[in-house]
């Protein structure tokens, strides 16, 4: 069965803090793996990575894809509250182009 | 705005009572998809259309709910005799035919009471 594993479920810190989240997959015809900021409404886009060690940055947020090891990362440096938020993490699948999301990482970031 | 719009926003119905709700994509992606959120846990699929064409459907779509794309455009999840177990974030999201970057509209919270 595919599945999609993130830790921690949740992390409090502290602003200018550094955080790192895991996630973890397996699942079958594998084709990229998506980043998703969620708010109490709709997942928004934040990254797709589909090479191995190909670092993809965006202002203070940077993620990476090991797909020799099934993992991926998302570092956000200089934490602000708002990046407070969970943040989902999601394999996409190659035939039907469907996503298989994780639980999410609870984020909350203390003034 | 050329997002994902879905409405309703919000919905509280009774239970047994039927419910519909619309999605209408990005102008230009041909595929979309419906997927369903509960309370501490992340999206789960339920299906997938490719233009007027429903491709796959869950596990999870029971026999009481049915998804349509008349034209193409845009699509409905109707929930026929809702159970409280059916109360959750139902989104919508839509991608082009190669699928990269499914972008995803605001949802519709369905309470079931």
């Known amino acids: 069965e595919d599945k999609v594993v993130q830790s921690p479920l949740s992390l409090v810190v502290h602003e200018g803090d550094t955080v790192t989240l895991n996630c973890s997959y397996e699942?079958?015809?594998?084709?990229?793996l998506l980043w998703y900021k969620q708010e109490k409404k709709a997942p928004t886009f934040l990254f797709m990575l589909?090479?191995?060690?190909i670092e993809k940055k965006s202002g203070r947020l940077s993620s990476i894809l090991d797909k020799k090891e099934l993992f991926s990362i998302l570092n956000i440096t200089a934490t602000q509250t708002g990046d407070s938020a969970v943040y989902l993490c999601?394999?996409?699948?190659?035939?039907?182009?469907?996503?298989?999301f994780g639980k999410g990482t609870k984020l909350s970031v203390k003034p | 705005d050329t997002g994902v719009s879905q409405n309703p926003r919000h919905k509280i119905t009774k239970r047994g009572q039927n419910v519909t709700f619309r999605c209408d994509p990005i102008?230009?992606?041909?595929?979309l998809y419906w997927y369903r959120q509960t309370l501490g846990q992340g999206p789960e699929f339920l299906t997938y259309?490719?233009?007027?064409?429903?491709?796959?459907k869950s596990r999870l779509l029971s026999d009481r709910f049915s998804a349509e794309r008349p034209k193409g455009s845009f699509s409905t999840l109707e929930i026929q005799r809702t159970e409280q177990g059916d109360s959750a974030m139902y989104l919508c999201?839509?991608?082009?035919?190669?699928?990269?970057?499914?972008?995803f509209g605001e949802g519709s919270w369905l309470t079931v009471v």
């Open positions: 999201a839509s991608s082009h035919f190669s699928g990269n970057t499914i972008y």
């Open positions: 699942v079958t015809n594998f084709r990229s």
């Open positions: 589909t090479s191995s060690g």
């Open positions: 999601a394999a996409l699948l190659g035939s039907q182009g469907n996503l298989i």
């Open positions: 102008s230009e992606h041909n595929r």
């Open positions: 259309f490719q233009n007027e064409a429903q491709l796959e």
